[in-house]
Structure formats: C-alpha cells, structure tokens
C-alpha cells in the first residue's frame, strides 16, 4: 500500500497506543461533578487531543469569572492518577503491532502533546516505555500539535527524513501536525471522526491498530 518506502514509524500516546482519552474524559467529569458543575460532553470531546494548557483556556472561557481552574485542575488530577494506578489501559492490538514492526526492524518513537514526566509514567506502567527509541513530548518543543514541531522531533532524534516516515494518530489535530511535518499520517479511530480537514490528510483511515498490522504487514 505504500508507494515509497517506509524507515521509521511514529505514534501519538494518548488515543492511539494507550486507552486514555476517555479516562482524561472521565476524570474532567468526576472534577466537574465534585466540584457542582455541568460539563457537557462536547466541551470534552473538543479537548481531545489538544494540549492541557489550552484545554485550561476552553475551560476558563466556558466556566466564566469565578471558576477555580486549579481546583478543577486537582480533582481531574487526582481522578486520573487514580484510574491510571489501577492500570494503565492500552488500545487493542498494541503488542501485536509493536511486535510485528520491531521484527521489521523498524526505529519507532512517540510524538505527543503529553509532558514528558507524564508520558513516561504512562508508557512505562503500560510496559511500552522500552519499545521506543525516541520520545519527543510537549517539553521538547516551541509549538504544539497542530503545528508539525513535534512529529519533526521525532524523526530527527530517529535520524530518518519526515516523508520516510508513517504516523499513527487518533486526533484531527495530530493527523494535521504529521501530515505538514511531511509525513503519511494515518488515523487510528478511537472517540472522534476526523474533520473535513482531517480526512483530506489522511494517508489511510483505520478503525484499530488490528487493520494498522494488516496495513503495514501489506505495505512495508
């Protein structure tokens, strides 16, 4: 399936390789209920896969005057930690596929929104961490996804050229920062369709990483 060859793979963390969008969900919900507050669904759903200090914006801009955004920030804090001790949920097929690609030979690294200590925490509970030789987070870079900052991050601790590159993506705005830093980006679905814009930058749309093995096993 893919015309020129592939050198090395990239995924997003949260959506895509772990199960955690919807326990950020949930933990924005359990802060908004101890807290006395309705959040509705679609302000949660916006926030997906765009960066916490933005989400901080969204949620100030919609609360108003009076809303205690550390305090909220706590509780979502404490409901995630929680969840995440319990364990650290990864999407199905993620094993498979880290499997089939390190047999490939293939250099994978990580592209995410996350802080660093966050996403080594997570990766490394989920037992991943290891499987990765290069990690660029939010703490790497100037510009956040959209922009094609950290995807270009990861390719150049990898040491291969953006467009020898595959990235895997659950989010609209990952789709757009790989696909501008040059690379076939890939969605992986998970809570949200792409948007129109999206989905004119996708290399393929998958509905898991099950049809992502059946894709790089045809394609590589």
């Keep these: 399936m893919f015309k020129e060859p592939v050198d ?19 933990g924005m919900q359990d802060a908004a209920r ?39 920030r706590g509780h979502f804090s404490t409901s995630v930690l929680r969840q ?11 094993v498979e596929l880290l499997d089939f690609l390190r047999d490939r030979g293939l250099p994978l690294a990580i ?3 996350a802080a660093r200590a966050t996403a080594e925490r997570n990766l490394g509970r989920a037992g991943l961490l290891d499987r990765f030789a290069a990690l660029a ?12 900052d950290l995807y270009l991050e990861a390719a150049r601790r990898l040491g291969v050229a953006p467009e020898r590159c595959v990235a895997f993506e659950d989010s609209s705005i990952g789709i757009i920062a790989a696909h501008t830093a040059g690379m076939r980006a890939v969605m992986v679905l998970d809570i949200l369709p792409p948007t129109d814009e999206a989905r004119a930058r996708c290399f393929h749309i998958a509905e898991d990483l099950h049809e992502v093995l059946r894709l790089m096993a045809g394609g590589t």
């Design 137 to 148: 987070t939010r703490d790497d870079v100037e510009h956040p996804k959209p922009a094609p």
């Design 111 to 113: 592209a995410t929104s």
């Design 84 to 94: 995440m001790k319990e364990r650290v949920p990864v999407k199905p097929g993620v």
């Design 8 to 26: 090395a793979v990239i995924f997003d963390m949260d959506g895509t390789l772990i199960d955690s969008e919807a326990v950020y969900i949930a």
């Design 34 to 72: 101890t807290l006395g507050l309705p959040l509705p669904m679609d302000l949660c759903h916006a926030m997906v896969g765009v960066p916490s200090h933005e989400c901080n914006v969204m949620l100030q801009e919609h609360y108003g005057t009076g809303f205690d955004l550390a305090e909220f």
